[in-house]
């Protein structure tokens, strides 16, 4: 019997590379999105960015970014992830919404945002991703 959505949001929120070996997060992904209903997961998808806030899990965080740029409606909970750890990957996703002529999520700048992780974010690397994009779109 297939396993809910909760179910696997929840395996998704939890998971944690095994010797460095990030498919059985891949397997997640594709389990979740069988299942049906993979926007109810957009937080614990998001969490992933939280968790390892500057890898890339061998490609397989670029899965689970571009799972989320599918769903309807992730932009707000995306800020509010950022809000909370800044990442790597979700400094990315709010860069190519501008890239795609979005500037704003409700009433929040995305430009305005990326310029305050340039600024303040604690890790260099995360500092230099949302400089870069602020400099290709200001």
Same mark, same amino acid.
């Given at each position: 019997?297939?396993?809910?959505?909760?179910?696997?949001?929840?395996?998704?929120?939890?998971?944690?590379?095994?010797?460095?070996?990030?498919?059985?997060?891949?397997?997640?992904?594709?389990?979740?999105?069988?299942?049906?209903?993979?926007?109810?997961?957009?937080?614990?998808? #998001?969490?992933?960015?939280?968790?390892?806030?500057?890898?890339?899990?061998?490609?397989?965080?670029?899965?689970?970014?571009?799972?989320?740029?599918?769903?309807?409606?992730?932009?707000?909970?995306?800020?509010?992830?950022?809000?909370?750890?800044?990442?790597?990957?979700?400094?990315?996703?709010?860069?190519?919404? #501008?890239?795609?002529?979005?500037?704003?999520?409700?009433?929040?700048?995305?430009?305005?945002?990326?310029?305050?992780?340039?600024?303040?974010?604690?890790?260099?690397?995360?500092?230099?991703?949302?400089?870069?994009?602020?400099?290709?779109?200001?």
């Amino acid at each position: 019997m297939p396993r809910t959505t909760a179910d696997i949001a929840h395996d998704i929120a939890t998971f944690a590379p095994k010797e460095d070996n990030w498919l059985a997060l891949d397997s997640l992904l594709a389990e979740l999105w069988q299942a049906g209903h993979p926007e109810q997961a957009i937080p614990e998808l #998001l969490s992933v960015f939280e968790r390892y806030p500057e890898e890339e899990g061998f490609g397989v965080v670029w899965g689970v970014l571009h799972g989320l740029e599918a769903l309807p409606n992730y932009e707000t909970e995306l800020l509010r992830s950022l809000g909370r750890q800044p990442s790597e990957f979700g400094v990315r996703m709010v860069g190519r919404l #501008l890239n795609a002529g979005t500037t704003e999520v409700g009433d929040i700048s995305l430009l305005k945002t990326l310029r305050e992780l340039a600024a303040t974010a604690s890790s260099p690397r995360i500092r230099e991703t949302a400089h870069g994009f602020v400099f290709r779109n200001d």
